[in-house]
Structure formats: C-alpha cells, structure tokens
C-alpha cells in the first residue's frame, strides 16, 4: 500500500511469537492516547499468504486475523426516557435516551436495551444516572444503573404498539405487535426485502419505503412489482428518470437466487447465513414450506427456537399467499443446482493448498454448483479433499482419515466432464 501511495499509518510490527504479539499489543495500549485517530484494540494478521488459503474463513470472518479488543471505555450520564421501536418482525426494541455525553471521540445520546426484562434487570428509570459503554458498537449499551433519586420514574412496557396503536402479544422475552399492516413494521420488512442481501433493488431506501406506504399504501412486497409510473410521478421528489430507474429496478430483481429471497422474507432468527443453509439443504422453496421442525434441527446451527421460527413462518397462510402473489406478478426463484446434476452429488468437499488457476471462492461455487457441499474443515463427513500446492494439516488429516485425495488436475477433469 505505501509503495502505492495509500495513506498507511505508521505504526506496525512484525512479530515472530506470541509474547512479541503481546508486547506490540501493550505498545499500542500505552501509547494510543497520542495518536491521531480512536483505537479499541490492535488487528493480528498472518502476514504469509500460503497459510492464510490454508487457514481460510468463515462466513463472516477470516481466520487468519483477530482483533485485540482493549477495555471499553465506561461513562456515567442521565436517562432522560425510553422509546420503543418496532422492528421488521413486529419486535419491541427499547431505546435510551440520554443526557449528550462525550464517549470514545463521539457524542452519545441513544444507547441500547434489549427487552423490558433487560430494564427490569439493570435497574433502569427515568431520571437515573446509568453507566454506558461504548466499544465496537454503533449504538453504546446501559451496563446498569449507579444512582436514583425521588424524582425516578418506573419505565413501564407498552400496552399498545407505539407505531400503530394495536395489541402487543408476548412472545418469550419480547413484546410484538400484532398488526401486520403496521406502518414502521412495514417499512423495515420492505427495506429488508429490497436490500443488497435480499432482492437487491437498487436505489430502494427507508425513506422510499415511508413514502410508498404513507402515499401508496405499499404494505407488502408483492405491492412492488405491481407499480406502476403514473403513481409514482404522484410522489414528492419522483420525476420521470427516477420513477423509470425505479421500476427498472425492480424488474430487474424479479429473479432471485434461493438464498437472497431467504434473507429478503425476514424470517425471525434467520439471517445471512441461515439462509444460505436452507437454500443448499432444501431443493426448493415447496421442500422448505413442508418441512418439519425436525426436518431443520437435523441441520448444523439450526437450533428449536430457529427452527419452530422459520416452520411457523410456513405455516401461516397470509406469508403463504405473499409468497404465492409474488409468484404470480413474475418473481423467479433461482435454485442451488440439485443433486442429480453434478459430478460432486452428495460430496462433502474440502479444498486446500493454493490452486493456480482458481480462487478458493470461485472452486467453492464450481463444487457447489455440480452438487457438491464445500466444507472449510476436514472432518469425519468429509468424502473429498482437493489439494494445491503447500497444502498442509488438512491434507494430512484427510491421509489420517482415508478420505480420497485429488490434484488440481484431476478435479478440472472433473469439472470439465
């Protein structure tokens, strides 16, 4: 990057053990008060590039870096009240609003609770002095209460929703709303929908969500594809190009791969990764609608509370029909390749070493869409290795095992035909 004329700090070590890591580590915390930036902690990396392809990653992480996290910084500051949102799924979220307090270089004045029993817990009132943290999160959390007075008032939970007025139910530890038609619920579960992980409607914000719903009446996501422009042209601030770029858009977003429309449901408890689980474990969206809660548990990470969400969510005849009008208005599901149409059905494959003429994401998606399920680990399941060059711990494991081992020669004969 320097070489490059990329503005680099300048501090870096290069470390050859763990108690040099620990002392660039101490080094950073004693002298982090001087530098010109903020820091909560120092990044560790493998600087060895062979080894970072043989450590590989998750699905959200490497493995081949860690941050060091120092001690959060902790202030102390007044509640002024606590609001309640609601969130895509209908969830009661409270927020603390605070006395403006300087925190870790920022001004905080919101921090966050996460239930009413959270608040019960903590000891949290209006007009309390409660100590906040703030360390690699956006929105600082209320770690507890350190003093009250007379003036203290007791937070109460809602009786209503405090978007739509209806009735809450109490579902575990959290309050929902009831009503689907719910102005905010509505407006977070389209913008959820339309986002990059979801349907990926370009230019598609909250803003225009609010707008679709308020003017509109925009209330599912079906209610998309039936757009038209002249109601657009109705709307503040949409002009001719921009009602066009719109309904493009969504056009455009009328084909959907499995694990996008997934996420893009906003299924409780199912994210990013949840929904790449299913789309690869279920041939289509018919096989997961009848699938039963021990049909999703058989799945790794998928627990009872995951899994009775997600089978509740297929049970409930209004998402059934949404799912069925979007069907009808032209929505297609693009599905992971299926098991009778690849040379790696039913292989659990792992691939290491460095590969000349792949990336390791671009062999994973080849394996995935032959039939195959890459795995970043060797284990018992594995039936595959594919080994590069400097493969390591992996290959050796797999020799332990008497898992079968290929080149990369024999597996581009395989991909090949």
């Not at 009786?159 to 739509?164: F, H, K, L, V, Y």
């Not at 994973?364 to 390591?392: D, F, H, M, N």
Request: with cysteine; glycine share 10%; proline share 2%.
């Amino acid at each position: 990057l320097k070489a490059h004329v990329f503005k680099v700090h300048p501090f870096l070590r290069v470390c050859k053990n763990l108690e040099e890591v620990y002392a660039a580590i101490e080094e950073v915390d004693r002298t982090r008060g001087d530098l010109d930036i903020l820091t909560d902690g120092a990044v560790v990396k493998v600087n060895d590039f062979s080894v970072r392809e043989e450590l590989g990653a998750t699905d959200k992480f490497p493995r081949w870096a860690i941050a060091y996290k120092f001690d959060a910084e902790e202030v102390t500051t007044l509640l002024k009240d606590v609001v309640w949102q609601v969130g895509r799924t209908g969830k009661l979220t409270p927020l603390a609003l605070l006395d403006p307090v300087e925190l870790a270089g920022a001004t905080v004045k919101k921090a966050t609770l996460n239930n009413y029993g959270d608040i019960v817990r903590k000891g949290v009132k209006k007009g309390a002095r409660v100590l906040v943290r703030r360390s690699n999160e956006v929105i600082p959390e209320i770690l507890g209460t350190t003093e009250t007075g007379e003036g203290c008032e007791e937070i109460l939970p809602p009786e209503t929703c405090p978007s739509c007025g209806r009735p809450l139910s109490e579902i575990g530890a959290n309050l929902f709303c009831t009503n689907r038609d719910c102005r905010d619920r509505v407006i977070y579960s389209v913008t959820n929908f339309c986002s990059k992980d979801g349907a990926n409607i370009e230019g598609f914000s909250e803003m225009t969500a609010a707008q679709l719903y308020d003017e509109l009446g925009v209330k599912k996501f079906s209610d998309l594809y039936a757009l038209e422009k002249e109601s657009l042209l109705k709307l503040e601030g949409f002009k001719s190009k921009k009602a066009d770029n719109l309904l493009k858009n969504i056009a455009g977003a009328k084909k959907i791969r499995f694990r996008n429309f997934l996420y893009a449901l906003g299924i409780e408890n199912v994210g990013k990764k949840t929904a790449g689980d299913l789309a690869k474990r279920f041939i289509d969206i018919e096989a997961l609608q009848n699938a039963k809660v021990e049909d999703l548990t058989a799945m790794d990470d998928v627990g009872e509370t995951v899994a009775e969400s997600i089978a509740g969510y297929f049970r409930d005849g209004e998402n059934r029909a949404e799912i069925d009008r979007l069907f009808s208005l032209g929505v297609e599901i693009e599905y992971e390749k299926t098991a009778e149409e690849g040379v790696f059905v039913g292989q659990k494959v792992v691939l290491t070493g460095s590969l000349s003429q792949f990336t390791r994401g671009e062999a994973e998606e080849i394996v995935r869409r032959l039939g195959g399920e890459p795995q970043s680990g060797v284990t018992k399941t594995t039936t595959l290795v594919v080994a590069g060059e400097k493969a390591g711990s992996k290959l050796d494991k797999a020799k332990a095992l008497g898992i079968k081992i290929i080149g990369e020669e024999e597996f581009k004969s395989l991909i090949n035909g």
